[in-house]
């Protein structure tokens, strides 16, 4: 059935576990400097979390 409730959170739940892919990939890169890495997994962290409210508006359209 289309549209129903767990429908949604199955998409959702996907789209949250294709995020966590792409910030655990970003954190396999070897930066010398560790401040400098840090600073970018919080920054992919960040993108993540707005790409996951963007898509909670989404749904809500």
């Known amino acids: 059935v289309r549209?129903?409730?767990?429908?949604?959170?199955?998409?959702?739940?996907?789209?949250?576990?294709?995020?966590?892919?792409?910030?655990?990939?970003?954190?396999?890169?070897i930066v010398p400097d560790k401040k400098d890495a840090n600073d970018k997994n919080k920054d992919k962290k960040e993108m993540a979390m707005w790409l996951l409210?963007?898509?909670?508006?989404?749904?809500?359209r």
């Open 3 to 29: 549209g129903t409730i767990e429908e949604r959170m199955r998409d959702r739940a996907k789209q949250k576990e294709h995020v966590q892919q792409v910030v655990m990939e970003g954190k396999s890169t």
């Open 53 to 60: 409210e963007d898509g909670e508006d989404e749904h809500k």
